[in-house]
T-cell receptor
Framework: AQSVTQLDSHVSVSEGTPVLLRCNYS??????LFWYVQHPNKGLQLLLK??????LVKGINGFEAEFKKSETSFHLTKPSAHMSDAAEYFC?????????????FGGGTRLMVKP | EPEVTQTPSHQVTQMGQEVILRCVPI?????FYWYRQILGQKVEFLVS????????KSEIFDDQFSVERPDGSNFTLKIRSTKLEDSAMYFC????????????FGPGTRLTVL
């Protein structure tokens, strides 16, 4: 069975400072990993995904994540936070051998950006 | 850019009533999904659907739930007899392919059961 743990339920940063949202996963196979973002009253938008190519994955809006198999981690980073980054972020794992392509979500991290 | 749409955005119903949540997936996508998020809890997988059949379903997706693609554009989730614990945000998603392909999510329907 696969699982995802997001280590912080809330993260607060000042505008212009770096962002780090932490995610650890558990999977029996080589998983696919995703980060989704949800702005208020909006759907879940894909930020980036890892599918066993390069371990450093670049996404939209300046976000990137590094897959570290030895640490079973997939942390999300951004060098400089912007006010518009304030949202809920979900780390998600998918088992590529799962017939139904079920996604397993972490609990989410709410990012707050202070002016 | 194509989007997944869901209607209604908010549904209020009485316990025991039937509800149908509607989704319009992205037009060239072949795989469809429902997830739900109870307030304060994780997003949970309910069901995946392909070629007019359920591909996989979770333990949550019991006999009270059903899915259907009634025409070439809509994908529906029906709850036959709603319970208080069905109150949640329900997300529809679609993907072009399966196995690692990106799932595109709609904005969700908030279901409140009184």
């Amino acid at each position: 069975a696969q699982s995802v743990t997001q280590l912080d339920s809330h993260v607060s940063v000042s505008e212009g400072t770096p962002v780090l949202l932490r995610c650890n996963y558990s999977s029996s196979y080589s998983p696919s990993l995703f980060w989704y973002v949800q702005h208020p009253n909006k759907g879940l938008q894909l930020l980036l995904k890892y599918t066993s190519a390069a371990t450093l994955v670049k996404g939209i809006n300046g976000f990137e994540a590094e897959f570290k198999k030895s640490e079973t981690s997939f942390h999300l980073t951004k060098p400089s936070a912007h006010m518009s980054d304030a949202a809920e972020y979900f780390c998600v794992v998918s088992d590529p051998y799962n017939a139904g392509n079920m996604l397993t979500f972490g609990g989410g991290t709410r990012l707050m950006v202070k002016p | 850019e194509p989007e997944v749409t869901q209607t209604p955005s908010h549904q209020v119903t009485q316990m025991g009533q039937e509800v149908i949540l509607r989704c319009v997936p992205i037009s060239n996508h072949l795989y469809f999904y429902w997830y739900r998020q109870i307030l304060g809890q994780k997003v949970e997988f309910l069901v995946s659907f392909y070629n007019n059949e359920i591909s996989e379903k979770s333990e949550i997706f019991d006999d009270q739930f059903s899915v259907e693609r009634p025409d070439g554009s809509n994908f529906t989730l029906k709850i036959r007899s709603t319970k208080l614990e069905d109150s949640a945000m329900y997300f529809c998603a679609s993907s072009r392919e399966i196995n690692t392909d990106t799932q595109y999510f709609g904005p969700g329907t908030r279901l409140t059961v009184l």
